[in-house]
Each structure stands twice: as C-alpha cells, then as structure tokens.
C-alpha cells in the first residue's frame, strides 16, 4: 500500500556519482497466499496431490501452481500445473520411498508461500508376478494354485486376478 520512487547512481573507486532522476512511482504488489493440502494419494510411482486455492490471490490472478515433491532434507524438481488445476499428478518416484509435497502459487507478481508440507506418503509400485502357476481339473472346471509374488510394490494385495485362455 505504500509507492516508492527510486534513484539509481554510479560507484566508482572514486565515490558515488551523480544520482539519476528519479523514477515512476510504483507500487509494490502481493505475491498469493498459500493454497492448503487436501490430499496425497499414492499409484503406481506416482502420488496425485490434491489443494484448494489460497483465500488471498496476491495483486493479481493466479497463472499457476508449482508442486514440490521432498524426500527427506532432499527437494525434487518442481513440476507446474495450469492455474485452473487443483490436482497433480507427480510421476517417475522410487517405490518404497516416503514423501511430502509443497503446493504455490504463481501470479503476475511472483510465486507465493508455499503450502504447509502434504502427509507423508510412501510411493508404490505394481506387484510382481505370482510364481508356480498350476492347474488342476476337475469336473467342468479346474482348481488354480499359484505361489504369492515375491514384490508387492510396496502395497497390500487384496485380490487375485485368475485369467482362463484356451491352449
């Protein structure tokens, strides 16, 4: 809320030189509040993160939002997302491996605060293949036996998929 002029002067090793005329007044404006974290939802090497916009746009209409995925003291690349997004997808994390997120976001004056730090979420992976696959007939049928895959992807299996193909 407050205009400043400013003067601009040369500096040398003999002093300070003449200073400029003094420029438009300007004002300086807001860069937007922070969005808050609704969510973070694991998949397959990737975590969707979720917000809602910040209560304060700053001095102008937001343009977009930078997400920030951190492991630990380590930050990752950013990655941007269109100002009428309120969900990224951040993809290519290694499975196993815990991480926050930050949300900003971006206007016209600057890229805003960033959100208070996601839940910790851990990526997962697909599971690996069951092994020692057997089947067995019976009468209009046939009983499938099979031994659970050695990698989950860091997930739980819930359910098995049993697919027939005739030989």
């Not at 990752?76 to 997808?89: C, E, G």
């Not at 991480?99 to 890229?111: E, L, P, Q």
């Amino acid at each position: 809320g407050v205009a400043f002029t400013f003067q601009v002067a040369a500096l040398t090793a003999t002093g300070g030189g003449l200073p400029s005329t003094p420029s438009s007044p300007v004002m300086p404006r807001p860069a937007p509040g922070a969005p808050a974290i609704t969510s973070a939802t694991p998949g397959n090497r990737q975590i969707q993160v979720t917000w809602t916009a910040p209560a304060d746009p700053g001095g102008s209409a937001i343009t977009a939002y930078r997400v920030t995925p951190h492991r630990g003291a380590t930050t990752d690349q950013a990655i941007t997302v269109a100002a009428t997004a309120r969900t990224a997808t951040v993809t290519g994390l290694v499975v196993g491996t815990t991480y926050t997120f930050t949300v900003a976001a971006v206007n016209a004056y600057g890229t805003g605060r960033d959100s208070a730090p996601s839940p910790a979420v851990t990526a997962i992976g697909v599971a690996g293949a069951p092994t020692l696959v057997r089947a067995a007939p019976r009468n209009a049928a046939a009983v499938v036996t099979w031994v659970a895959p050695t990698s989950t992807g860091g997930a739980i299996v819930t359910a098995y998929l049993v697919t027939p193909y005739r030989a």
